[in-house]
Each structure stands twice: as C-alpha cells, then as structure tokens.
C-alpha cells in the first residue's frame, strides 16, 4: 500500500512507516521494521589451545526488530538539516552448534542496538550555467556493538 501526500504511508516486505510533511519547511518520519532472516552467516572465531582461525560460520535464522525516527528541516533556502535515530533488536532465533555454543536470544555480532546521526547540506548557484556548489557534514554516533553472537567467551555456564 502507498499512499502520498501530506503524509505517507509505504508497507514493504517486514517494512512500515508513516511520514508527516507538517509544513513546506519540516518533516517528521517514524518507521518500524520486522525482518525474519533464514540461512545467516556470520564471521566467526575457532579456538583450540593457544590457536585460533577465523571463519565463516552458518547461523540459521535470526530475527531483526526496530523502530526509526527521522526529523528533517528546511529552515532556508538551500539548506537541509536532519536528525534520525534508530533502535535495533537482531538476535539469533536459532542455536549455532559448536564451537561458538550461541544460543536463541542472542544478539548478532557487529549491529548496534542504537544508533543517532546528524546532518546538514547547504547548496547555492555557482551563477555558471546550472552548476551548484554544495557543502555538508554529517555526526554519527553508534554506542558498543556485540563482537560476538554468543553470551558465552568459552562456554555456557554449567556446560
């Protein structure tokens, strides 16, 4: 379903968000997401006495829920100003067998719960033609990421 205008609304696969275009100058966007994800790999580490090996390991399935929420300006002429955050729960939704003993529940290596990110462009006519000159920056921030799918360094506890 699509459906535009002042607001929007986009259904995709394991995708929704609604948009509010309150005036010409601002737009605030919320956005959830549900993805269920089947034959995951991940990148893994084996260890056996003082050896280690990196490999790529198969994960089975794994599911991703998160929410969004953008904010975006136009407070002059050529210039756009932006905020967005986001929230991500990735976990495993399968154990991965030896050696990693990951277990349903826990989280995927490498994709952070939270995440913020600031931006701002500014664009003006160069007055040549219909060339522009345009300038931007952008602030991100991403707190601690899981290095590993398992709670465990060695192994569960009572294993």
Not at 81 to 99: H, K, R, S, T, V
Request: net charge negative; charged share 20%.
């Amino acid at each position: 379903m699509d459906r535009t205008q002042d607001d929007t609304i986009r259904d995709k696969t394991g995708f929704a968000e609604v948009s509010w275009g309150i005036t010409d100058q601002w737009k605030l966007t919320l956005g959830g997401r549900r993805y269920d994800i089947c034959d995951l790999q991940l990148s893994e580490q084996a260890t056996s006495g003082s050896s280690s090996f990196p490999y790529t390991g198969n994960a089975g399935r794994a599911t991703v829920k998160g929410v969004e929420l953008e904010r975006e300006a136009l407070p002059l002429a050529g210039l756009q100003l932006g905020a967005y955050f986001n929230y991500d729960q990735a976990e495993l939704a399968g154990d991965i067998p030896n050696p990693t003993k990951s277990l349903v529940g826990d989280p995927i290596p490498y994709v952070p719960k939270t995440t913020f990110s600031l931006t701002s462009n500014y664009e003006w006519p160069l007055g040549v033609r219909e060339i522009s000159g345009t300038v931007g920056a952008c602030r991100q921030h991403s707190p601690a990421r899981p290095l590993a799918a398992s709670k465990y360094s060695e192994s569960p506890p009572n294993a």
